[in-house]
């Protein structure tokens, strides 16, 4: 029966693994947010890996309970133990490296200490004494824990947030093995039904929360972490709720209660130390609060597609540029294929080590700077370039002429496609000047106009969490990967200079979803003639905003700059007091990182991924959109108190340090490597080419 016993735990342990990799690739899958919402839990019913580890589990916890009934305790608990080991191993074949020390170790802790905590327990003696309402001592007080565990979880994020939801969703799942065994014990017994009842209960909201917490974990963070909190803390929990409430072992001595508290400090140690270690990360998600990354992949020739490149001037295309020459940096071959520049007296950027093919590009209607390929004009020499190229991979940045015909070629030749989505379609309305009554029809169309373009990429990027709920907030159906867009931050290193009068700094385009009017207005509310506000940027609503300034009065308060160079950008920076960015289409604005770089608070709408950057209180203040008094009074706050506005711009490059372009250039390098066809792939598609020949 031992061997039997054993045979099942080890078959169990490997369920467990298993089940806990693809359930947690199926959160992943499900939703990019690390908030497990409503929405997130209907797509993971719907999702094969999700539902696939849900069966792993059932089976898993099925023979680890038949393996329970043939041995006892201390001989099958410590093999089930090997689960987050084995967790660990999977993910490093999934990511194709060899597990860190830090990460064996703390495996081989996790499974040391608790197998020796389970040993240790099991070996004493029965006979204690049960205490009177055992049942409900053992809910309200782990019930407390678990709350405690659920609003650290609710109040942070990324790792702290993985591990309290994990030990939360552990010390739930402790619960409910106590009150399965109370309630054992009471049938057996009394058998009231009152109390049967409630334990019945206890242990339906148990598991309920429980499930929830470590689905929460898994959007949080890796699956070795999950899986070892929980294996650590769920016996934890229900050992020494037995042993105090239930009677299931006297008191014990001196010396076994010190052993029991190493091998339990042992397992947590190994839990801190799997949370620790920094591991790539995995294609279907990435987290907005990034971790230091060291990838070895081999060079590849990349061709990146962009509809606008500099010296065109928007985010777009400042990312599309670092992102080229970070590439090349590594020691990639890349070339970036775009619109010519319609701006022929500026001159155009030096990219070092970057290969960049123009095609012809005509002015559209809609905006004096957006330019535009003609599709039928681009097609076929775009074809014949990349026949020559023979890139491994096409990365489109966005859905434009220039991405839909490089997406037509990629499928045609069989080239893996990545996808980043810069663009809200509903942000595109301050353009058209299309009429109101229109737009929610327009906005349904453009929504699934774009779902279908990002459909046809092997992987789907955009620059952070908010940006990637919106797609699947609007059905769009696959994985998104967040990925920061990046900034070069010793380029924007804090001055400690300002200008001689207090000054307030907008950086953007001057279109209609940037909301400088509510800037205007709060500077004409803020009773400081002295104050004054820099606008840098250009766009088509500029000339408005500058006869709007003239009515409020504040011509000789208000600069408008227009476009600027580069280090007239960077000594704009320097010299204001605070940052403001009422725009309420943000998708992460680098302008904000780069402020927050040069050690400037912010003052920005609670809107869109704004939120992600300006942390209350700390890096600066966020405001309601539109509400124009309330922006009033936070930037004149930051105004009043200097001391105040340098302590939350050294909080903002703090912050803002975790979005380093070799960072970013380095999770690209991962998500190219993840849509690189394996060896079977390829077989498969050389017979298949063979046979048609």
Request: hydrophobic share 50%.
């Amino acid at each position: 029966m031992i061997a039997l016993a054993i045979s099942f735990a080890a078959v169990a342990a490997v369920f467990l693994a298993l089940a806990a990799r693809l359930q947690h690739r199926g959160v992943r899958a499900s939703g990019p947010s690390e908030r497990v919402g409503l929405g997130t839990i209907a797509a993971m019913l719907r999702n094969r890996q999700w539902l696939s580890g849900s069966a792993m589990l059932g089976a898993g916890t099925g023979l680890h309970l038949v393996a329970l009934a043939l041995a006892p305790l201390a001989v099958v608990q410590p093999i089930g133990a090997l689960a987050p080991a084995l967790t660990t191993v999977l993910n490093a074949r999934a990511t194709g490296r060899r597990p860190s020390r830090s990460a064996i170790a703390g495996a081989l802790a996790v499974a040391g200490g608790i197998g020796i905590f389970v040993v240790v327990s099991a070996q004493q003696p029965v006979g204690g004494t049960t205490v009177r309402y055992a049942e409900s001592i053992a809910i309200g007080l782990i019930g407390l824990l678990v709350a405690v565990a659920a609003t650290i979880a609710w109040r942070t994020n990324g790792r702290i947030r993985c591990l309290s939801s994990a030990v939360g969703g552990g010390m739930a799942f402790g619960l409910v093995s106590t009150l399965v065994r109370a309630g054992a014990q009471e049938f057996f017994a009394a058998q009231r039904i009152p109390v049967l009842l409630g334990t019945a209960v206890g242990i339906g909201v148990a598991v309920t929360v429980g499930a929830y917490l470590v689905q929460q974990a898994y959007s949080s963070g890796a699956s070795d972490v999950v899986i070892a909190a929980v294996t650590v803390f769920d016996p934890l929990v229900s050992i020494g709720l037995g042993a105090a409430l239930l009677g299931e072992t006297p008191a014990p001595t001196s010396g076994v209660l010190a052993l029991e508290i190493l091998a339990a400090a042992t397992a947590v140690a190994g839990i801190v130390l799997l949370a620790r270690n920094r591991v790539a990360i995995e294609p279907v998600s990435a987290h907005y609060e990034q971790e230091t990354l060291v990838t070895a992949v081999p060079p590849r020739r990349i061709l990146i597609g962009a509809d606008t490149f500099p010296p065109d001037i928007n985010g777009a295309a400042n990312f599309g540029a670092r992102l080229a020459m970070g590439l090349a940096a590594r020691g990639h071959d890349v070339h970036v294929i775009c619109p010519q520049t319609i701006q022929p007296d500026v001159p155009l950027p030096a990219l070092p080590g970057v290969t960049v093919h123009r095609f012809p590009a005509y002015l559209t209607p809609i905006h004096p700077t957006l330019s535009t390929c003609l599709p039928w004009q681009i097609a076929g020499p775009v074809d014949a370039l990349i026949d020559e190229l023979r890139p491994d991979v096409i990365h489109v940045q966005a859905h434009f002429v220039m991405g839909r015909v490089l997406a037509k070629v990629a499928r045609r030749r069989q080239v893996p496609l990545v996808a980043t989505n810069h663009f809200v379609p509903d942000n595109a309305f301050g353009y058209t000047r299309m009429p109101k009554w229109t737009r929610s029809s327009l906005s349904k169309l453009a929504w699934s106009d774009l779902n279908r373009f990002l459909r046809k990429a092997n992987a789907v990027t955009t620059p952070t969490p908010r940006a990637a709920q919106l797609l699947t907030d609007h059905h769009l159906g696959q994985p998104v990967v967040p990925i920061s867009c990046g900034i070069d931050l010793d380029h924007f290193k804090p001055s400690g200079g300002t200008s001689v009068e207090p000054t307030i700094l907008f950086v953007g385009r001057l279109d209609e979803e940037k909301r400088v009017p509510d800037l205007l207005r709060a500077l004409a509310r803020m009773e400081r003639p002295d104050v004054r506000l820099e606008v840098v940027g250009d766009g088509g609503c500029r000339s408005e905003w500058e006869a709007l300034s003239d009515r409020l009065g504040l011509a000789s308060r208000v600069t408008f700059h227009g476009f600027v160079s580069d280090d007239e950008l960077t000594a704009a920076y320097a010299r204001c007091d605070v940052f403001c960015m009422p725009s309420t289409a943000e998708l992460q604005s680098l302008v904000t990182m780069e402020a927050m770089a040069a050690g400037k608070p912010v003052v920005a709408a609670n809107a869109m991924a704004l939120p992600h950057l300006v942390r209350p209180g700390k890096t600066g203040w966020l405001f309601e959109p539109g509400d124009v008094d309330e922006l009033a009074a936070r930037v004149r706050e930051l105004i009043d108190d200097p001391a105040t506005a340098t302590r939350m711009g050294a909080a903002g490059r703090r912050l803002v340090a975790q979005h380093g372009i070799d960072e970013t250039v380095a999770r690209y390098e991962q998500v190219y490597e993840s849509v690189q066809p394996t060896r079977s792939r390829v077989e498969r598609e050389t017979r298949r080419l063979v046979r048609a020949a």
